[in-house]
């Protein structure tokens, strides 16, 4: 069973940076990773996306400029490098993978594989 594992999460004021990491239990079946986020009552929404081999990267408009999406040389681990966070981009930020996946989209209903999602506040 895949197993994918967040950290990162935390509490930041606005302006600030945070960096959330993933990692994969098997770098096949999580060939394309990417980071989601929901806030309370909200649905839950795609915030970028990478493809291991290639890494090909696509985000959502609202963190464009702000956030990036990266990965080590192994495509085990992806991370998430979040700066200029606003309070905005407070959620749950859920790591999620799948063989592949359209960087033209971010959807959950392409990503078949979850983490337990780490919370991201940003408050003063």
């Known amino acids: 069973e895949v197993q994918l594992v967040e950290s990162g999460g935390g509490l930041v004021q606005p302006g600030g940076s945070l960096r959330l990491s993933c990692v994969g239990s098997?770098?096949?079946?999580?060939?394309?990773m990417g980071w989601f986020r929901q806030a309370p009552g909200k649905e839950r929404e795609g915030v970028a996306v990478?493809?291991?081999?290639?890494?090909?990267?696509a985000y959502a408009d609202s963190v464009k400029g702000r956030f990036t999406i990266s990965q080590d040389n192994a495509g085990n681990t992806r991370y998430l490098q979040m700066n200029n966070l606003k309070p905005e981009d407070t959620a749950m930020y859920y790591c999620?993978?799948?063989?592949?996946?359209?960087?033209?989209?971010?959807?959950?209903?392409?990503?078949?594989?979850w983490g337990q999602g780490t919370q991201v506040t940003v408050s003063a």
């Open positions: 098997d770098i096949f079946t999580t060939a394309c």
């Open positions: 999620a993978a799948d063989r592949w996946c359209d960087l033209r989209r971010l959807v959950p209903t392409d990503f078949a594989y």
């Open positions: 990478i493809k291991r081999v290639g890494g090909a990267t």
